[in-house]
């Protein structure tokens, strides 16, 4: 006597019946990076088929994002002159970008990156001092509520910076309106090599290892994320998400918190290059979405949603 399992795969119907996990167009939060300008649309040169867009620009595709079933952005705002007191200018590019955005589509979830790489000289995600970091990425998080963000996604991993921006929500009776998700299991990772050139973050010298988590821990990832939790965090983020599949998953099994796995610039690159090249088909990006949810995800930041959605890839 022997277990038939290959009953249940005889053809696609049958297959799909016993389907155990699946991919859905709410399941995908599109990032999207704005830059200064009007009428500006341009290809990013190291990651195909994602763009910087002025806001006019990002409005006009958004519509047709949106009329296809997107239900979620996550904002990067790059801007042209550096300094950090730009991030919490009420009138600064990415505050101007929210509103816009939210007033054009206001059942968007509009969530906003919270972090300084993009605003400061040596393009690290700091100041020097933690404490100081966690103050000013505490006003950043408070501009970007006030524009109309419903979520707010520290990423720079200062110890402390969800504590500091859920006590700034409150102070401004913000934090039952705004949300925090945190990038709380980010590593330090070769995997953002495309993203940088994106974000125009790439740290001048040394690294980010002194912030970002060692990629060979996995239970310092599981402290990391409970210490968010204790300090007010709604989601939970594991970047990247297609190696760190057995982050999602512990995280998935020890905390009742929403995980989101972040699908990565190199990734992407990765995946696609597979496809582009014809070693791999499509189905190469469905295979590696889809584990992450198996993994536990229940979400997914990823550069392959405007495609998807374009071409009507799901339901
Ligand atoms: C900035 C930030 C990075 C990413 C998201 N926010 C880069 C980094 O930490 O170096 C990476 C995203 C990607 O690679 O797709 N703190």
């Given amino acids: 006597m022997f277990k038939r399992f290959r009953q249940n795969r005889k053809d696609e119907a049958t297959r799909l019946a016993n389907r155990e996990t699946f991919l859905k167009n709410e399941d995908l939060i599109m990032p999207i990076f704005i830059v200064p300008g009007e009428n500006v649309k341009e290809e990013i040169s190291s990651m195909k088929d994602v763009y910087h867009y002025s806001i006019d620009t990002c409005l006009e595709d958004l519509k047709l994002f949106v009329e296809k079933g997107l239900q979620s952005i996550l904002i990067f705002g790059v801007p042209n002159d550096k300094g950090v007191e730009q991030a919490y200018d009420r009138k600064g590019l990415t505050q101007n970008a929210i509103s816009a955005i939210k007033e054009a589509f206001p059942t968007l979830e509009v969530i906003v990156d919270v972090c300084i790489c993009s605003y400061t000289h040596d393009g ?28 707010v996604a520290p990423s720079d991993m200062m110890d402390g910076r969800v504590h500091y921006i859920y006590e700034k929500l409150k102070a401004n009776n913000l934090e039952k309106k705004v949300t925090i998700m945190s990038y709380a299991a980010k590593f330090s990772s070769t995997f953002y090599g495309p993203f940088r050139d994106a974000a125009d973050c790439a740290p001048s010298s040394g690294n980010r290892k002194t912030y970002q988590m060692d990629y060979a821990n996995g239970d310092e990832a599981i402290d990391e994320i409970q210490a968010d939790i204790n300090e007010g965090t709604t989601s939970i983020i594991v970047k990247p998400a297609l190696i760190y599949n057995d982050i999602t998953r512990r995280a998935k099994e020890k905390f009742d918190k929403e995980i989101v796995a972040y699908n990565v610039s190199g990734e992407y690159n990765m995946v696609l290059n597979m496809v582009e090249s014809g070693q791999a088909s499509e189905e190469m990006i469905f295979e590696s979405l889809i584990s992450m ?11 392959f949603s405007g495609w998807i959605l374009r071409e009507g890839k799901l339901v």
């Fill in 293 to 303: 949810k198996r993994a536990g995800a229940s979400r997914i930041i990823t550069y």
């Fill in 124 to 151: 690290h995600c700091h100041v020097g001092d933690n404490d100081k970091t966690c103050e000013l990425l505490a006003e950043i998080a408070l501009s970007y509520a006030e524009a109309g963000a419903d979520v």
